[in-house]
C-alpha cells in the first residue's frame, strides 16, 4: 500500500513579514552605503597612510597641513645656496639666481590622487582597518639651465689651465726651481650634473666639488738637474760669475765687466759657439779706432786668450793678459766678461755649447 503523497502550505504569518524584512535589507543597505560616502567624503583631503612627498612623510595628514609641511621642509633646503669649490676657489649658485621654484601643492595634488585610487569600498576598508599606500611623490621641480650654464663657464675659465713644464728662475744671487704643475680642465659636463642634482636634492650638503681632468707637464721637477749639466750667472754688481752644475753651485770666479757706455748686454743668453785661442774680429765701432773691422790673429796683440766662450753676437766671455789682471773687479771692458787665463780654462772645459747665461 502506498504513502499518501506530502504537501506544502504556506505560512500565511511569513508571507505577511516578507515585504518587511526586504524593507529592513534595503534600509541596512541604504544605510551603509550612506555611511560608507559620508565616511569616504569626509576623508577626500585626508592623505592615505605611508604616502611621502620626496621622503617627507604626509601619511595620515589633511591637504593644508601636509602643504604646510612639505613646503616646510623641502622648501627650507632648496632654497639654501649651491657653493661649487675647486682649492681655495669658490662660486655660489643662489636659488633666486637658479630661478629654482618648487612645485608643492602640485606634489601634494598627485599625493592626495594616490590615496583616492581605487574604489570607494577599498578607500573605506583601507581607512577602517589600517590600510596603507607605499608611494613616494617625486620631487617636482624647475629651475634656469641656463644659470648652470654660466655657472659652469666661470669655473672653467678660472680653473682651466694647461701644464706647466718644471724650469729653473734666474736671479743674480742663484737659481730657483720652478715646479712643475699639472694641467687642468674642467669636466663641464659632471659639474653640470652635479650642480643640478645638489640643486634639486634635499641632501644637507650643499657643496659641490669640480671634477677636473689632470694632464702632465712634458718636463717633471725631478727631472730639472739632468737638463741642466751647466748654468753660468754674471752678477756685474758683485763683478761674479757663479758656475753651476746640475743646478747646484759649483765655482764662483772674480770677473771685470762691461764699462759704462759699452755694458755687459743684460738678460738670459746662450753659449753660441765656443774656441780656444780665438782669433780677436774687431768690431766696426769706434773705440775700435784703426782696427775696426780688421782681425787680429791669436799671438800677443790679441786681446782674447786662452778661450772664448760667445753668447751675444760678438759679446762673450775670454782670459785677458795678467798684464790686465788688476781690471779684475771694474767695468773695464767694452761688452765682455774678462776672466783670469786658469779660470777661464777651467770655465771652457765643463760649459758645453747652448748653456744658460744669465746676466743681472
Not at 225 to 245: G, K, N
Not at 248 to 260: F, S
Amino acid at each position: 500500500m502506498s504513502a499518501p503523497p506530502l504537501t506544502w502550505r504556506s505560512n500565511p504569518a511569513v508571507g505577511r513579514r516578507r515585504p518587511l524584512i526586504v524593507a529592513l535589507a534595503c534600509a541596512v543597505l541604504l544605510l551603509l552605503a550612506t555611511g560608507t560616502f559620508l565616511y569616504d567624503h569626509g576623508r577626500r583631503d585626508l592623505i592615505a597612510n605611508g604616502i611621502r612627498v620626496d621622503g617627507v612623510r604626509v601619511g595620515g595628514m589633511r591637504e593644508g597641513a601636509a602643504l604646510a609641511k612639505v613646503q616646510r621642509l623641502l622648501t627650507g633646503s632648496l632654497i639654501r645656496p649651491v657653493t661649487v669649490r675647486s682649492g681655495s676657489l669658490s662660486w655660489t649658485l643662489g636659488a633666486h639666481q637658479a630661478r629654482l621654484r618648487i612645485d608643492a601643492r602640485g606634489m601634494v595634488a598627485e599625493a592626495l590622487s594616490a590615496s583616492r585610487g581605487g574604489s570607494i569600498f577599498t578607500r573605506t576598508a583601507r581607512g577602517l582597518f589600517g590600510g596603507s599606500v607605499n608611494r613616494n611623490i617625486p620631487l617636482r621641480v624647475s629651475y634656469s639651465h641656463a644659470a648652470i650654464s654660466a655657472l659652469t663657464a666661470r669655473v672653467r675659465s678660472a680653473v682651466d689651465r694647461p701644464p706647466r713644464d718644471a724650469t729653473v728662475q734666474p736671479s743674480a744671487t742663484g737659481l730657483t726651481k720652478v715646479p712643475a704643475r699639472d694641467g687642468l680642465k674642467v669636466d663641464s659636463a659632471r659639474l653640470g650634473g652635479r650642480i643640478e642634482r645638489t640643486l634639486t636634492g634635499a641632501a644637507p650638503s650643499r657643496t659641490v666639488a669640480v671634477p677636473v681632468v689632470r694632464s702632465k707637464p712634458a718636463v717633471s721637477t725631478g727631472q730639472l738637474a739632468a737638463r741642466y749639466p751647466a748654468y753660468i750667472i754674471i752678477d756685474r754688481a758683485a763683478f761674479r760669475l757663479r758656475f753651476y752644475q746640475h743646478l747646484k753651485l759649483a765655482d764662483t770666479y772674480e770677473i771685470a765687466v762691461g764699462m759704462e757706455g759699452l755694458e755687459t748686454p743684460a738678460g738670459l743668453h746662450r753659449i753660441e759657439w765656443k774656441q780656444v785661442n780665438p782669433p780677436w774680429y774687431v768690431p766696426k765701432k769706434a773705440w775700435a779706432g784703426a782696427l775696426a773691422g780688421t782681425v787680429v790673429p791669436p799671438g800677443p796683440e790679441d786681446p782674447l786668450k786662452a778661450r772664448f766662450l760667445s753668447f751675444e753676437g760678438g759679446a762673450g766671455i775670454h782670459g785677458i793678459d795678467p798684464s790686465e789682471y788688476e781690471t779684475i773687479g771694474h767695468d773695464a771692458s767694452h761688452g765682455c766678461v774678462r776672466m783670469r787665463i786658469p779660470d777661464v780654462i777651467s770655465l771652457y772645459s765643463r760649459t758645453p755649447v747652448g748653456t744658460p747665461v744669465y746676466i743681472a
